[in-house]
T-cell receptor, first 111, second 113 residues
């Protein structure tokens, strides 16, 4: 079983739509949850960083963590064509420094 | 400020040859990580340096892979001899502190024929 599961998509939405991206995980020791955005042929760049459970909002982006269900989400409001990229979830525990990544969801926002 | 830089961006080699990938972290970042993504799979951890010391190399797949970080600045990852299954994208990331945010390079794409 993979540590982190993520639907690879692709996910295609019209401009202005609300996008929901999700990951599930199996290791209850994970405490730090991140979302990265990766454009084609580029490195991942950090979008959101959340510790433990709860919500965090940054502009059009909202990250949610439900530790009881081992489920995390990233919502993108008013999606733009420039949001078209692969979105990766990543997580780690308190006592270990390696990050575990999902396989990424490819998002296409159509003008 | 310059980001994490990796060289080469793409390398094509024959099975059995040797390849060396280089990573220059962001200046002042003591923590340096190597990750890789093979086709269709998720990005996976290879190892973690703190300055010149290997903190965790539990993700290194086998002894054909050798990572070094002499002087605690840039790092190299050597694959010798390369096998077909080593093909993928090798990412380097750095962080100013342990357990901190990772800043990724653009990756080095390795193709083994």
């Amino acid at each position: 079983q993979k540590e982190v599961e993520q639907d690879p998509g692709p996910l295609s939405v019209p401009e202005g739509a609300i996008v929901s991206l999700n990951c599930t995980y199996s290791n209850s020791a994970f405490q730090y949850f991140m979302w990265y955005r990766q454009y084609s042929r580029k490195g991942p760049e950090l979008l959101m960083y959340t510790y433990s459970s709860g919500n965090k909002e940054d502009g059009r982006f909202t990250a949610q963590v439900d530790k009881s269900s081992k489920y995390i989400s990233l919502f993108i409001r008013d999606s733009q064509p420039s949001d078209s990229a692969t979105y990766l979830c990543a997580m780690r525990g308190d006592n270990f420094n390696k990050f575990y990544f999902g396989s990424g969801t490819k998002l296409n926002v159509k003008p | 400020e310059a980001g994490v830089t990796q060289f080469p961006s793409h390398s094509v080699i024959e099975k059995g040859q040797t390849v060396t990938l280089r990573c220059d972290p962001i200046s002042g970042h003591d923590n340096l990580y190597w990750y890789r993504r093979v086709m269709g799979k998720e990005i996976k951890f290879l190892l973690h340096f703190v300055k010149e010391s290997k903190q965790d190399e539990s993700g290194m797949p086998n002894n054909r892979f050798l990572a070094e970080r002499t002087g605690g600045t840039y790092s190299t990852l050597k694959v010798q001899p390369a096998e077909l299954e080593d093909s993928g994208v090798y990412f380097c990331a750095s962080s100013p502190r342990a357990f901190g945010e990772l800043f990724f390079g653009e990756g080095s794409r390795l193709t083994v024929l």
